[in-house]
């Protein structure tokens, strides 16, 4: 554009960044003056812009109920928070009503610790804050699925008894068994059953 005259900066068009949402303009890469996608604006002279994005990262650490999840944007955001649910909101959340995480950190990478959540469960989240106004900006929704969980129950034979240093455990995680056989009795072996509710019977064989 060239100085003088005022100008409408449109919507970012065509252009699309991997699960990001579009903040508006800057005038330089890094810091310069934030433009709001269909504002007025005056420039002094001839000048580029650059897009600017609220990008939701990929979440980590996964367990049965808890989950960090990260993100970006291209300049540092007013309250920015992570939006999540085990249901799923569509295209965004709602900022103002959503259950939330506070993101720390700085907009070169925002991150947030989810907790409480449900085992086996997928969770839908999504990056957003605002620059300073009333609007919020998003990046886009993601997922991710907490690890199942299984009961341990132990079904001890006749002569001794038997025990589980945890009473759940994670898929993929371990346990350790301990079986006590009674007087006269020669411990032998263990036997596993996985039910459909993902509960573990372990029978002891004296």
């Known amino acids: 554009s060239s100085g003088?005259?005022?100008v409408t900066l449109a919507t970012v068009g065509t252009l699309t960044l991997s699960n990001s949402g579009f903040i508006g303009w800057a005038t330089a890469t890094s810091g310069g003056t934030f433009i709001a996608a269909n504002s007025s604006y005056t420039p002094g002279s001839s000048l580029t812009l650059?897009?600017?994005w609220v990008t939701t990262g990929a979440s980590s650490?996964?367990?049965r109920t808890t989950a960090d999840v990260a993100g970006t944007a291209s300049l540092a955001l007013t309250s920015p928070k992570f939006c999540y649910s085990s249901t799923n909101p569509g295209s965004s959340f709602d900022a103002g009503t959503c259950t939330s995480s506070a993101a720390s950190g700085t907009y070169t990478g925002y991150s947030a610790s989810l907790s409480g959540l449900t085992a086996n469960t997928?969770?839908?989240y999504q990056l957003t804050g605002t620059t300073g106004?009333?609007?919020s900006y998003y990046g886009s929704v993601r997922t991710f699925t907490t690890l199942a969980s299984y009961t341990i129950t132990?079904?001890?034979a006749t002569g001794g008894s038997g025990a589980t240093s945890a009473a759940s455990v994670a898929a993929g995680g371990s346990v350790t068994l301990?079986?006590?056989a009674s007087s006269g009795y020669v411990f032998s072996s263990w036997t596993c059953t996985r039910s459909e509710e993902h509960t573990s019977e372990?029978?002891?064989r004296l």
């Open 178 to 180: 301990t079986a006590t």
């Open 133 to 135: 106004g009333a609007t």
């Open 61 to 63: 650490n996964v367990t």
């Open 154 to 156: 132990i079904n001890s």
């Open 122 to 124: 997928t969770y839908y």
């Open 4 to 6: 003088g005259a005022a």
């Open 50 to 52: 650059y897009a600017q």
């Open 202 to 204: 372990l029978q002891s």
